[in-house]
Structures are given as C-alpha cells and as structure tokens.
Nanobody, 124 residues
C-alpha cells in the first residue's frame, strides 16, 4: 500500500512559479511510475505529466503548453511538479498518483494510488 499526500498548493499571481510536492507517508515510490493530474469542479481530471520508475522517462500532456516539469527523488520518497509562468487557467486541484506500470499516456486506470489533492489558485 502507498499513501500519497500533496503539498505546496496556494494562491499565487499570474506569471509566478510554484513547485508542488507529493510524498509517500506509507510505502515506497521507487518501484512506481508517478503522475500529476489536475481537476476543476464539474470536469474530469486532466493529465499533466508522468515519470517512470527506473528509467525516469518523462511524459507530458499539452494542456500546460510546456510550462510544467515533473521530477522525482526516490531518496525522499517524493515526486514534484514545477509550474512556470502560471496562468488563471491553471487554477485547479492538483493530484499526484502512483502506478506499477504506466504508459505515459496519462490513463487514470494505470494509477492505483492517489493523493487527496492540493489547491492552486492563480489570481490575475
């Protein structure tokens, strides 16, 4: 079992940068592919980025237009999302997730563990 907790969400200004963290409080992330998603009320989750275990290969959707970067630190049992030049459209709840076998296509069914989400609000 893996328990994930996101942190770092806050109210920021348009144009700011922000780094979100996701840490496993139970279990180890070293053997899992990791992903970041976001969701606004009334809409499905959007895939943002993923990073595989071992190889560390990164995958991105186009919804953030190249402004986001995913990274991991297995020694800290964590995964991060660096968000640059934030826009009002980035306002959402951000979720991290872990899956034993991920493709990089951002399919939710590939991720068996999910965090509770952290809210990012971008003011303009």
């Amino acid at each position: 079992q893996v328990q994930l907790t996101e942190s770092g969400g806050k109210v920021v200004q348009a144009g700011d940068s922000l780094t979100l963290s996701c840490t496993a409080s139970a279990g180890s992330l070293a053997s899992y592919g990791l992903g970041w998603f976001r969701q606004v009320p009334g809409k499905p989750r959007d895939f943002l980025a993923a990073i595989k275990q071992n190889s560390g290969s990164r995958y991105y959707s186009g919804v953030h237009r190249g402004r986001f970067t995913i990274s991991r630190d297995d020694a800290k049992n964590s995964v991060y999302l660096y968000m640059n030049r934030l826009e009002s459209g980035d306002t959402a709840a951000y979720y991290c997730a872990a899956g034993g076998q991920i493709s990089g296509f951002g399919l939710e069914r590939e991720y068996e563990y999910w965090g509770q989400g952290t809210q990012v609000t971008v003011s303009s």
